[in-house]
């Protein structure tokens, strides 16, 4: 896969960043026939980088078993080509079939992708639960946007160019990028936002305290998304339309590497990184 692309499972795009604009023309262009195909590309282990002004804030990891994080601050930042609605330091997460050619995401054929689309039922992750990464108080819980049953390539890159473009966080609603999501403070000025879930399956209410590792949701495909997956981010306040992105690591995790599972401590994962946690 050429350098230049950049996947995006999900793109949180303000009106007027031309490179977020760039990136998303390339991925209209050559995101579906790449979907995950470079599992024998090299790449750079940037994870240094997320210390930049501070050091990141540690929280637990928000799932549980087998993931794969496509867009991640370990390999680039901003992680998903913009600074905007506090992107900077945002993870996505999917779950993937390791064993086939370019880890496809979904149950069903490329071509039947391509061609007809895939219920979302037949993504690997839809409906797994999501679990509070840290102790805190739920400040916003907004469910009710509906999925869509299946994707489809070219409705939802439609969609993804429309947002790139006209997107205006000061106006539009939120929830046409977010979908349903949650998002809970984790501290002082520190806020997690967990994004795209499941219709109907946020477990929580606004002022309600969780405990770290609780069930607060399902990993859906509401909003701004070209297939299930959580987007996962860390920010400095409750409104995404104006928050910055705070740079956050997991306590830890494990990554299977040379043939053996090993444990990661206050890690940040790679988009190579086969990631194990709680099972």
């Known amino acids: 896969m050429d350098k230049g692309f950049e996947m995006r ?52 990891f928000p799932l549980r078993g087998e993931w794969l994080s496509p867009n991640t601050p370990g390999t680039k930042i901003p992680s998903h080509g913009t600074d905007q609605l506090g992107t900077r330091y945002a993870y996505d997460f999917i779950q993937v079939d390791w064993e086939k050619k370019g880890w496809p995401a979904y149950r069903v054929s490329l071509p039947q992708y391509l061609l007809f689309g895939v219920p979302v039922n037949e993504y690997y992750c839809w409906g797994q639960e999501i679990h509070a990464p840290c102790d805190g108080i739920i400040v916003q819980a907004e469910d009710g946007y509906e999925e869509r049953e299946r994707t489809n390539l070219l409705s939802d890159l439609s969609n993804t160019y429309k947002n790139a473009h006209y997107f205006d966080p000061r106006k539009d609603d939120v929830q046409s990028v977010a979908g349903n999501y949650i998002i809970m403070e984790c501290g002082d000025n520190a806020y997690a936002a967990l994004v ?84």
């Open 196 to 279: 795209h879930l499941q219709t109907g399956s946020i477990r929580v209410t606004v002022g309600q305290s969780v405990k770290k590792g609780e069930v607060i949701g399902r990993v859906g495909n509401s909003g701004n998304s070209l297939g299930p997956h959580l987007h996962f981010q860390l920010m400095d306040s409750i409104d995404i339309a104006t928050a910055n992105g705070l740079p956050c690591a997991f306590e830890q995790y494990e990554v299977f590497r040379d043939g053996e599972w090993q444990q990661v401590v206050n890690g940040i994962p790679t988009d190579k990184d086969r990631i194990r946690f709680g099972s």
């Open 9 to 60: 499972v999900a793109v949180w795009n303000g009106k007027n960043h031309m490179p977020a604009r760039i990136s998303i023309v390339l991925v209209l262009a050559l995101g579906a026939l790449a979907i995950f195909n470079n599992a024998g590309e090299e790449w750079t282990d940037r994870s240094n980088e997320m210390i930049e002004a501070r050091e990141p804030i540690i929280v637990e």
